[in-house]
């Protein structure tokens, strides 16, 4: 059975960092490309990042490039969120998620960390 689960959210202040990690088990974790989403209150959940098996191909959304990273380390099967210059706007429910690498459909989600941007 498939698990994500995510950790390292928390309460910063506008300007901040934070890195978000998610472990996996329960999957050939190299066979899946890994994704954080965001949800906000009263809004759609979003795509923030994506990363493919090797770490060689990336994709951020506009809102965030250039202040947050992702990697992944797959021998310890765990991918991350490097988060800085934190805005309020970047306040959300933090979800990682996977997809077979061949597949359109985000099939696995973890529980979901909450980032908090506030002074």
């Known amino acids: 059975q498939v698990h994500l689960v995510e950790s390292g959210g928390g309460l910063v202040q506008p300007g901040g960092s934070l890195r978000l990690s998610c472990a996996a088990s329960g999957l050939t974790f190299t066979s899946y490309y890994m994704g954080w989403f965001r949800q906000a209150p009263g809004k759609e959940r979003e795509i923030v990042a994506a990363i493919n098996w090797s770490g060689g191909s990336t994709f951020y959304a506009d809102s965030v490039k250039g202040r947050f990273t992702i990697s992944r380390h797959n021998a310890v099967k765990t991918v991350y969120l490097e988060m800085n210059s934190l805005k309020a706007e970047d306040a959300a429910v933090y979800y990682c998620?996977?997809?077979?690498?061949?597949?359109?459909?985000?099939?696995?989600w973890g529980q979901g960390t909450q980032v908090t941007v506030s002074s």
């Open positions: 998620a996977v997809r077979r690498t061949a597949s359109t459909v985000w099939s696995y």
